[in-house]
């Protein structure tokens, strides 16, 4: 029997060797860059992320007492610079490699995240408070004065702060 034949009924015998994907399971890497995610209440809509996108998927837009955070797959290269330079951590690249859609679909392929505004407890302002995230890497050991600082607007701060420094 010619090698070729051997091999051929080894294959058969043995089975198919690849995934059974789409039908099946599929092994997908731990540090697969897919989709990415916002944790809305981490973000604090500073745009750094914006800034650093290279295909500009990622837009932030103010809308009454909102933020609104999309990001366009269809145009999203999966670099990973918005989770990298993200000052929050409020964004997290999945594993999630999906990415298939329809000509119809290509318009609502898009990840939305709103980010809501507070008023200031001084002036009644509004603005986006700092994240839980933003603060823990701010503040080794968070107290009550820290915490009290971030139900004022930045401009209600600086003024605090200068109160304090100046008594």
Request: net charge positive; hydrophobic share 35%; proline share 7%.
């Amino acid at each position: 029997m010619s090698g070729f034949l051997k091999i051929a009924i080894r294959n058969l015998l043995k089975g198919p060797v690849t995934d059974p994907y789409p039908f099946g399971p599929t092994f997908i890497p731990d540090k697969l860059r897919g989709k990415l995610k916002v944790d809305a209440k981490a973000c604090t809509a500073c745009g750094t992320c914006e800034e650093v996108c290279p295909s500009a998927a990622i837009h932030i837009t103010k809308n009454n007492d909102v933020y609104i955070h999309t990001t366009w797959y269809n145009t999203c290269c999966f670099c990973g610079n918005c989770e990298f330079f993200c000052p929050t951590g409020a964004i997290k690249l999945t594993n999630d490699f999906h990415t298939a859609n329809t000509e119809e679909e290509k318009y609502k392929f898009i990840n939305v995240a709103v980010i809501v505004q507070v008023k200031c407890e001084k002036c009644q302002k509004m603005f986006v408070p700092p994240s839980e995230e933003l603060l823990k890497r701010a503040y080794p050991h968070i107290n009550e004065a820290v915490r009290n600082l971030t139900k004022l607007c930045p401009d209600c701060r600086k003024k605090e702060a200068f109160k304090r420094l100046y008594k």
